[in-house]
């Protein structure tokens, strides 16, 4: 994505394009800024930079400037924000929340200025003054009050309708309940944000529970505003800063300055750094004082928004499709450093694919000491994305180079642009290796494939070690003490060299092959321990064993899919075999064997799997059919006892359509089995206690979660009464 971010054409480019090649870029500018939208809004996980979206959303605007009639209808420039998401009531704005128009430098900011002075037939001496305070980076609220009561609070949504996060909004201490001396109807605009210190913190606590944490603050507002639990809203430090409104039954001043102190005076934080600014100059040197302090305020800003002061001029000037005509943002630049690009060294991952590493000469970006940055594939140190097209420019990227990086929100570091003013006279381009670094094996790259994969399976070490940490992964056999980085001593001790070894490890040591306790931090008991848990292993789930085997497009729901529909190892095996083995699977490249492997029955079978595509069937069957892979995955499961997958959703199960909640220590299965369980059994497993629970699973250590349960009156039950509600079993509920 972000790739073709950076590919964005620049305004040279603009001139050059053609019709055609117009319409087809609007296209896709259009999906890829509607892909950003969601990732953002919806799923509070941003998937480029907010420099890389502002370049695609000033890119379509540039080509729809240029080709005014291909203008798309779902073109991204008549849209705010994204689609809504569910489980929250929706509140229709009674005043559309407005976007703002961007500015990136001073003469976007001396146009902008410019512009108005012409709209409103004003001489370039006409005093004219603008406030100019930080943008802030969260999301903004509209709260309505009536005679003094908060009565509603959304959030913007698409700018027409937004979500009713009222009783959410009523535990932010920044957020008045009720207010005095105000209009009869008020709506008050503004920034949720969350300080840098209470984000770490934050941060802190979910680390300490487990449980996901968040990218950045703006991520952890959005994310705390829309709970559906208002209780969890209440446990997150959540601030606002009021900055606008909507409906009004009466004016608040005649100035925005004036309005603003006026919603400080009512009892809503307003940010300190606003002034009023007399004239370009004085916005612009207010732009540098905020950038200057952007540091050390404590809060993330994304940049400083100009308001013109006379709201009787801002109605003159009014709105466009989205923004208002009166005021701008001035965003900040992303942050970029440039520094030297030391070497590229190639990583090989689980899937053989090499990809590309920058080593930079340390360099700072935005507080952070960067000293590496992706390159992605050898198309984009190229100078080239997937389709051949440019990206900066075409220039290519070479060791010895100065180069340009930027961060992308907490992201790995990017590269930006080559200075190739600075070009060692000796630089040469970079020749990307056509074998593994790792193994010397050849490295293919497929049609239609980005990257190049080394074709070595398990005698490539570096695979081997990535395969095995995948192996021992949570949702793969997680074994307890087997974490990645003990596979990899293992590994290259050459203790385990593929996963049968794990389960050869304790007869090795018993018969005194291997020492495990002489070995630093083992000791006897550690040791016994760490057999205990692989033998516990050894009774597996089927689709834990597919997804544990690390085939490229084979995920977890795609393994526990396949594992639903075969039932079994054996007929899962079975069925790969011979879609391999049918006359047509001979050919050795696996894009031709695709249509000849069309026509085998097996493989109709395993394509005909719902959620099982073309890709996934394919890489089952290639990887599968390779004779040194297959040996592996053969000795593998002579270890294991392979458990056929519960059956799906009998209606006559006792926890079919029911909400049920773990809490507290499990000791017979681990957390994620138990909801693998659960939701086999028709069950919805919900992560926290409401009035919608049915069932409370409680194991040692209940905590909070069972003191809700009582208060509600949750049935709540222990493990093994867990066990034997779903066994069928009578009694043992509450022992
Ligand atoms: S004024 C009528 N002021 O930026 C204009 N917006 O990119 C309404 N934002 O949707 C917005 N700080 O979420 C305004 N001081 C500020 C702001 C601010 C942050 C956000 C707001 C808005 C977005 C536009």
């Known amino acids: 994505m972000v790739e073709n971010g950076k590919a964005a054409a620049g305004q040279q480019d603009i ?66 924000g994204a689609q809504l998401g569910e489980g929250f009531s929706k509140i229709t704005h009674s005043e ?56 509603s609070a959304a959030t913007r949504g698409d700018g027409e309708t937004g979500e009713n996060v009222t009783a959410n909004a009523r535990t932010i201490a920044d957020i008045p309940q009720q207010l005095s001396d105000a209009p009869t109807i008020l709506e008050v605009r503004g920034e949720v944000y969350m300080s840098h210190e209470d984000f770490a913190a934050l941060n802190a606590r979910q680390a300490a529970l487990g449980a996901k944490l ?30 606008a409104w909507g409906a ?8 925005q300055s004036g309005a603003i102190a006026r919603l400080g005076e009512m009892g809503f934080s307003i940010n300190p750094l606003t002034r009023v600014c007399r004239d370009l100059d004085a916005m612009l040197a207010h ?120 961060r992308a929100g907490d992201v790995i570091p990017k590269i930006a642009d080559v200075d190739l003013s600075k070009r060692p006279d000796d630089a040469r381009p970079f020749v990307f290796p056509s074998h593994c670094p790792e193994c010397g094996s050849e490295a293919l790259r497929e049609e239609g494939d980005a990257v190049r994969r080394c074709t070595g399976g398990l005698i490539c070490p570096a695979q081997a070690v990535e395969k095995l940490k995948h192996f021992v992964s949570r949702a793969a056999f997680d074994i307890e003490g087997l974490g990645a980085k003990q596979v990899e001593t293992f590994y290259t001790d050459g203790w385990i060299k593929e996963p049968a070894d794990i389960f050869d490890l304790k007869s090795k040591y018993e018969s005194g092959l291997q020492q495990l306790k002489n070995r630093e931090g ?17 009774r597996i789930g089927l689709g834990r064993v597919i997804f544990a085997l690390g085939i490229r497009h084979v995920g977890e729901v795609a393994a526990n899919d396949l594992a639903r529909h075969f039932g079994s190892w054996a007929q899962f095996i079975d069925c790969l075999d011979r879609a391999s083995h049918e006359p047509a699977a001979h050919a050795s490249d696996a894009r031709a064997r695709k249509p000849l492997l069309a026509q085998s029955p097996a493989w ?18 290639t990887t599968l059919s390779q004779g040194a892979e297959r040996a592996s995955v053969d000795r593998l499961v002579a270890h294991l006892d392979i458990q056929a997958p519960v059956a799906r959703a009998s209606a006559d199960s006792p926890v079919a359509g029911k909400t049920v909640v773990f809490t507290g220590t499990l000791e017979k299965m681990t957390r994620a089995e138990a909801k693998a369980r ?12 409401s009035v919608k629970t049915d069932l409370l699973i409680a194991g040692p250590g209940a905590g909070s979660k069972a003191s809700k349960a009582a208060e509600l009156g949750v049935e709540t039950i222990d493990e093994d009464g867990w066990l034997a509600l779903i066994n069928g079993l009578s009694g043992g509920g509450d022992g």
């Open 522 to 538: 083992w000791g006897e008991k550690s040791a016994a321990n760490l057999f205990d848990a692989i033998d516990e292993r050894r």
């Open 287 to 406: 732009y540098a004082q905020i950038e200057a302090q952007r540091a050390t305020l404590g809060y993330d800003i994304d940049g400083v928004v100009y308001k013109l002061d006379d709201l009787g001029l801002q109605a003159r000037l009014g709105l466009r499709a989205t923004t208002p005509r009166w005021a701008i943002a001035h965003k900040f630049p992303a942050e970029l450093a440039w520094t030297r690009l030391e070497a590229i060294d190639i990583q090989v991952g689980r899937t053989g694919a090499l990809s590309p590493v920058a080593r930079l000469t340390p360099v700072t970006v935005g507080g952070v000491v960067v000293s590496n940055a992706t390159l992605h594939n050898e198309d984009y140190i190229a100078g080239r994305d997937a389709r051949g097209g440019e990206i900066r420019g075409g220039k290519d990227i070479r060791i010895g180079d100065w180069v340009q990086v930027y």
């Open 214 to 243: 968040f990218a950045n603050p703006r991520n952890a507002a959005a994310g705390s505003l829309r709970q559906l639990d208002a209780a969890i809203t209440r446990a997150r430090p959540l601030r606002f800063y009021a900055y």
């Open 678 to 689: 659960a939701e086999a059994l028709g069950a919805k497993v919900a992560g926290s206690v």
């Open 15 to 80: 001139a050059g394009l053609d019709e055609a090649e117009a319409r087809d870029r609007l296209r896709l500018l259009a999906s890829q800024i509607a892909a950003a939208n969601l990732a953002y809004f919806q799923n509070d996980a941003p998937i480029m930079s907010d420099a890389d979206f502002d370049a695609l959303k000033r890119e379509n605007a540039a080509i729809e400037a240029r080709f005014p009639h291909l203008k798309r209808q779902d073109s991204p420039s008549e849209q705010i």
């Open 96 to 151: 559309r929340m407005l976007s703002l128009a961007n500015a990136f430098d001073a003469a976007d900011v001396a146009d902008f200025v410019a512009g108005i002075r012409r709209y409103l037939g004003l001489a370039s001496d006409a005093p004219l003054a603008f406030t100019a305070e930080p943008k802030i980076d969260g999301l903004s609220l509209s709260l309505r009050y009536e005679n003094g009561q908060l009565i």
């Open 248 to 255: 009004l039954s009466a004016p608040l001043a005649a100035t």
């Open 604 to 621: 109709a079978e395993i394509t005909g799997i719902d959620g099982i595509g073309e890709a996934v069937a394919l890489a089952l069957t």
